[in-house]
C-alpha cells in the first residue's frame, strides 16, 4: 500500500530523443507526486510536481502526466540531453503524513 | 538561491562508536527530515521535526537514533551505536510550511566498519 512502484530500472536513449519513466501506485491517499533527480554522489533534487487534481504539469522540457483512475504518473523529459544523464526517483506523500515514500529509481544514460 | 548544507561529507567510524551528522537547513524551512539511501538503493525516510519535536518516524528509526536542533539552525541526526547495516548516504531535507516541496541537502556518507 506504501509503495511507489518505478519503471523501468534503466533507460537508454538518444541525445534529442523522449525519456518516458513511470511510477505506479495503490494508496489513494497519496496527495503529492514530486519528481527528484540525482547526480552521483549527490543529493536527490526536486525536478517537478504534481498534485492530483491536476492531470498534466509542464516545466521547461519536463512533463508530469497524472492519471487518477489508473494511479499511475509518468515523467517525460523532451530533447533529452546528456546532462540529463542521472537517476530519476518518482515519489509520493500521502495527506497527513510527513514522508515522502520513493520509487527505486530509473537510471537515464542520454548518449549524444 | 539558499541551500541545504551538510557535514561531514563522509564519515568513518568504527562499529558501536556514536555519530552525529549536521546540517543547516534554509533558513526560511520550518519542517525537517532525515532519510538515507543505502548504495543502489531507494531514497527511505526516517524522521520528520517539526516545532522542536519529531512528528513521525519510521520503523528504521529506532532507540538507537536520536534527532535535535539545538541552536534554531542546526539540525543533528545521532546514532548511538552504529552497526555495519547504517552504512549509508544520510540526506537532511526541509519544507516551508506553505508548501510540499521538500528540498535535500548533498548527504553524508556513513562508513560504519
Known amino acids: 500500500q506504501q509503495q511507489v512502484k518505478q519503471s523501468p530500472q534503466s533507460l537508454i536513449v538518444q541525445k534529442g530523443g523522449i525519456s518516458i519513466i513511470n511510477c505506479a501506485y495503490e494508496n489513494t491517499a497519496f496527495d503529492y507526486f514530486p519528481w527528484y533527480q540525482q547526480f552521483p554522489g549527490k543529493g536527490p533534487a526536486l525536478l517537478i510536481a504534481i498534485r492530483p487534481d491536476v492531470s498534466e504539469k509542464k516545466e521547461g522540457r519536463f512533463t508530469i502526466s497524472f492519471n487518477k483512475s489508473a494511479k499511475q504518473f509518468s515523467l517525460h523529459i523532451m530533447d533529452s540531453q546528456p546532462g540529463d544523464s542521472a537517476t530519476y526517483f518518482c515519489a509520493a506523500r500521502q495527506g497527513g503524513s510527513e514522508k515522502l515514500v520513493f520509487g527505486k529509481g530509473t537510471k537515464l544514460t542520454v548518449n549524444p | 538561491e539558499p541551500e541545504v548544507t551538510q557535514t561531514p561529507s563522509h564519515q568513518v567510524t568504527q562499529m558501536g562508536q556514536e555519530v552525529i551528522l549536521r546540517c543547516v537547513p534554509i533558513s526560511n524551512h520550518l519542517y525537517f527530515y532525515w532519510y538515507r539511501q543505502i548504495l543502489g538503493q531507494k531514497v527511505e525516510f526516517l524522521v520528520s521535526f517539526y516545532n522542536n519535536e519529531i512528528s513521525e518516524k519510521s520503523e528504521i528509526f529506532d532507540d538507537q537514533f536520536s534527532v535535535e536542533r539545538p541552536d534554531g539552525s542546526n539540525f543533528t541526526l545521532k546514532i548511538r551505536s552504529t552497526k555495519l547495516e547504517d552504512s549509508a548516504m544520510y540526506f537532511c531535507?526541509?519544507?516551508?510550511?506553505?508548501?510540499?516541496?521538500?528540498?535535500f541537502g548533498p548527504g553524508t556518507r556513513l562508513t560504519v566498519t
Open positions: 531535507a526541509g519544507r516551508q510550511g506553505t508548501s510540499y516541496e521538500q528540498y
